[in-house]
């Protein structure tokens, strides 16, 4: 099925809370299959929307690919990138939160390769996902502070004891007029 | 006797340091002294930010920040890296540099496989094969240090070809590679793959059915060992592979179990001859008349948009998820490994079994450290 | 020892016989221990390090050690310089006197063994007459070591290490003690020396050949000694990849260096008990023979040979004895080299199943095979049946062509078929020699 179809189909499942197909601008020279067309999906309906398109016998998205946490300075989104091993179609479908809250729904229960995917989004941008079996830290320890793919992070001075950054050790040369006091490391 | 024998159970940590996790990677067990009862994967102890450094450097120098997501299949990293650029910036790439690309790629994979595979037997407890395996892999080391200098971590295929072209001699040189390797498989089959004690250790153990290994997200040989026949270079073709011949193993469940850690193994010895099939191929067909790399802008920008693009790396798929808004640098790179998606299956699969049960499913899922962490 | 201090007395040899019988007899023991010890046994552990690093890298398409002295034989002496020079780390929550004691035990339990094992006609330390029984209780000696230096590690590896390694060497004391029990039931006698007299350089007057049930004991006994000195296939507590070196692995230095002779004497051990009792010993052809034009007829004896003015030939013959039992035992070292560097380990369960369900019953068998094969009228070395007399040295009883010629058949089959008959059947020439089918273009 072209994303069109796909597109259509959820549409007339699901109404106003999928968005219009966007279809990357035409910059390489791809055959359609391999374009990067995507649509917005509410979070309201993300869940009944994941097993629709997991279950329903003209979609049968049952290889996730990959789950991608992006941040615009704006909004936080979670990217899903589907693929059919029946039917060999694949489509990105795109769900977005807002920065003061972050929640959505997991789709951890409908394939199990959200489980960590979406861990590690939690991890690095913040997204929570509700309704996830273990939500909890994967790259990161588990008492770090901020979530660093974030587009305002700023990293904290020190972890447990142990500094982020380090003074500019070029100062300290002979004959250098370099300014001591620019730290090296940390958020320049 | 009616009461039963008390026992208690131990938190073991096989911890960070450990000779046979694959790299840095732990994993909490509860045990009670042989049987895991819960098995809870730790990662993160390789976690360099790399994603976040995409957005910092520009694209053409982000190529050797993908060797060390897999070092161990550099080449196909890189590989899978310059096809979404590509993509994302509408470079096309000449046919001379094409067939490099599957040349170094396909003898990427043969080491990395000859690793995985080796180090599968040295976890198992055969130290021979392992020696046989690296003293193969330096045949191939030695081809890669000609023709771009490096030894591991190659940064050798760039947006737009292949950063040199062959040296003179070189195409004979991996023809007469691939005639002396092809026999040592057989060597290496004859050594180790169908040992008796070597069959009992790895037959039925950690089977993963296709349903499973699907819903999971397993990729590469760990997906065709359970029997689905899927193979990105096939099913998705991407370069010249729609030009070139070659079979797609799947495990047969020969021994034991359809899709237990000896399917995963043989699979990957298997794709070890047929990538030899491809190289020869590819050698035959390199064209002469066309140049090594396109013209690529210094500074490249490319047009805003997106782009997912996946190729087969030694380790399954390993997807690359790029967004540009025009500048030279990225907004977003994601890297989707195949090793990650393995820690997601273990949980599940290492309940019940014995701790040297374990050690065969990680090596057997062929996990190396900075994949999962990037 | 006495008669030889008596000897020495007798003769007069100034200063040594003022001390007394006693007093010589003393000082002999442990110039003959010192001697032993560290002239033989020790030598013989470091040299078979360098054997199995030679070996190791031959197999592994590599040259072992080759720089440190002619041919690397000086990295025997160079490692064992550095594991003395290393710093001593005892872990700060570890038992520090089950600690330090653990590698005692092992190295003791590994070298008591050595003692009552004859390596030529008269060169044997002591000839106990309990010398099987005294070998296998030196052998449980060993686990008390590794279970010490795993419990006292501090260490949840390190225990389960320990815990493994008891299991393995209690489950398989039974497959040692019965394939060792058919030779003891046809000899008679539990001592070393004895078992070898009452046998003959040939190969059909080997213990092995005697009668199906030995043939079957000696494997059994093979087997099941490699997992009593945990040697891979069966090196579970020690092994490396899964538990960082099991019980060994807090140790340093020179502790550490103990465990690691222990294990390489043991292996030297397990070879000359399998070749004395099963494979002939130190017979050769000719040996009457020579018994006869240079003693006239009787065994020779230390104190007699040098009363008769005959030390060199006793020397010389002995010589001849301890050669012949190392050209025997020196293949099966190998052997065993290259099978820890050949095959996988096998998981603890499989281990435990190979002892208790395979080895223990092949081993009554055999034990059953013999003792019926003894007492029945004809066969054995009772003629007229059981309860006729025995004196030792004995006769093992007429050559049975088949009970011979059928083990012989069957190993030239077994490696006739791994040799041609498997599913990769060998092919002469190198690897590289051997030119691969067409390929697809």
Redesign the interface.
Known sequence: MTPQDIQARLKTKFGDAIGDLVI??D????TPK?Y?N?FTISPKVWREAAEYLKFDRELLF?????V?G?D?KVKLTA?Y?LYS?IH?HRI?VKVEVTRDEPKMPSAQPV???A???ER?AYD?LGIVFEGHRDLR?????EDWIGH??RKDYVEPAEYRGIMTWRENLLGKLPGESYDPKTPIGGNQ | MTTALKTEEITLNMGPQHPSTHGVIRFILKTDGEIIYECVPDVGYLHRSIEKIGEKVEWQSFIPYTDRVDYLASMNSNWAYSLAVERLAGIEVPRRAEFLRVIVGELGRITSHLIGAGALALDIGAATPFTHAIRDREMVNDLFERICGARLTFSFVYPGGVAYDAPPGWIEDVLEFCDYFEPRIEQFNALITYNKIFVKRLAGVAVIDTETAIDYGLVGPNLRASGFRFDLRRDEPYSVYPELDFDVPVGRGEVGVLGDCWDRFKCRVDEMKESLKIVRQACRMLPTDSAHKAKVKKILKPPKGEVYVRSESARGEMGFYLISDGTQNSVRTKIRTGSFSAMGVFPKVARGMMIADLIAVIASLDIVAPEIDR | MFELAQYVVDKDFWPLSGLGVLGVSILLMIAVSVFLMHGFFMPIAGVMTFVERKIAGWTQARIGPNRVGPFGLFVILADGIKLILKEDIIPAAADRPLFKMAPYAVLGGAFMTMVIIPLGPNLIPVDLDLGILVYIAAGSFVTMGIVMSGWSSNNKWSTLGGARSVAQIISYEIPVGMALLPAVILTGSLSFQSMVLAQGWAPWQWTMFHNPGLFIATFVYFVAALAEINRTPFDIPEAESELVSGYNTEYSGMRFGMFFVAEFGNVVVISWITVLVFMGGWHFPGEQALVQNWFGGTWPTLVGALESGKAVQFGLFNLIGHATLMAKTVPLIILIVLLRWTLPRVRIDQLMDISWKYLTPMGMGATVMTAAYMIWPGWGPFPEGAGSGMALPRDMGPMRVWSFLLPVAFMAFCVGHALMASRYPWKPGRPSKIKPAEATS
């Not at chain 1, 049952?62 to 990959?66: A, H, I, P, S």
């Not at chain 1, 830290?137 to 320890?141: G, H, I, N």
């Open positions: 990357t601008p910059a390489a020279k791809p391999y990067e995507f049952d290889g996730l690919m990959c991608t992006l615009d990217v990138n091993y060999r990105t394939w199990m390769h489980d960590w995917m590690e690095l830290r994967v790259l990161l320890p660093p793919l």
